[in-house]
């Protein structure tokens, strides 16, 4: 089946500092990506549509500022956290897809984001 | 608000047995469903979909049905297996689209 690399898988910072996830599409072209966050026991919640070499689109309450996101190629989407701090600590995934009605998404493992 | 509810967090069964595996949601304009499983250290994996012209469909050991009028969908897997113990995610789209609203996920154990 279609695969999806996201990473890295973890990683710890200090407040402040920026943090840059990737996921790439390793077998097809992705033409959207979708960036989700998830806290202990909750749902992944979608934070963020991307479209390649187009904007992203945010969803209401995500900041635009603080989580950059860049889909330069079809293959290759980021998410960059900015002046990370505490709060964003969470779980931080990525799933691809491409084409149309009844597609199925494939998901990145996951990126555990600790901000000290 | 949340409109894809999955009200079990956690499911025990015994190996052979049936799991069911409940969900819900508030939207009517959802269309499109579809359950993915997630093992530790790793992401979601697709596991079925319905549409909502169906009521049921059926993967080997994996059934979905849709009751609309309920806005309620079940996974069921028969036999359950031990390898079956992961947690299960509950998603629904409008517009047979991509971007998809999850559940929080049931955490299903399948006893030896």
């Known amino acids: 089946g279609a695969v999806v690399s996201q990473h890295p898988s973890r990683v710890i910072c200090k407040s402040g500092t920026s943090v840059k996830i990737e996921c790439r599409s390793l077998?097809?072209?992705?033409?959207?990506m979708f960036w989700y966050r998830q806290f202990p026991k909750k749902s992944l919640m979608l934070m963020a549509t991307s479209n390649e070499g187009s904007k992203a689109t945010y969803e209401q309450g995500v900041e635009k500022d603080k989580f950059l996101i860049n889909h330069a190629s079809l293959t290759l989407s980021t998410l960059t956290v900015t002046s990370a701090h505490p709060e964003d600590s969470s779980f931080y995934i990525c799933?691809?897809?491409?084409?149309?009605?009844?597609?199925?998404?494939?998901f990145g493992s996951g990126t555990q984001l600790s901000v000290l | 608000d949340q409109q894809v509810k999955q009200n079990s967090p956690s499911l025990s069964v015994q190996e052979g047995r049936i799991s069911i595996l409940n969900c819900d949601y508030t939207n009517s304009m959802f269309d499109y469903f579809l359950w993915y499983k997630k093992y530790p250290a790793e992401g979601p994996t697709f596991l079925i979909s319905?549409?909502?012209?169906?009521d049921k469909n059926e993967d080997g050991r994996f059934t979905v049905f849709l009751n609309k009028s309920a806005k309620h969908l079940s996974l069921h897997i028969v036999p359950s297996q031990p390898g079956d113990s992961a947690v299960y995610f509950c998603a629904a789209s409008e517009n047979y689209g991509q971007n998809f609203v999850f559940g929080p996920g049931t955490r299903l154990s399948v006893l030896p």
């Open positions: 799933s691809a897809g491409a084409g149309w009605v009844g597609e199925k998404l494939f």
């Open positions: 077998d097809f072209q992705a033409t959207t």
């Open positions: 319905i549409s909502s012209i169906k």
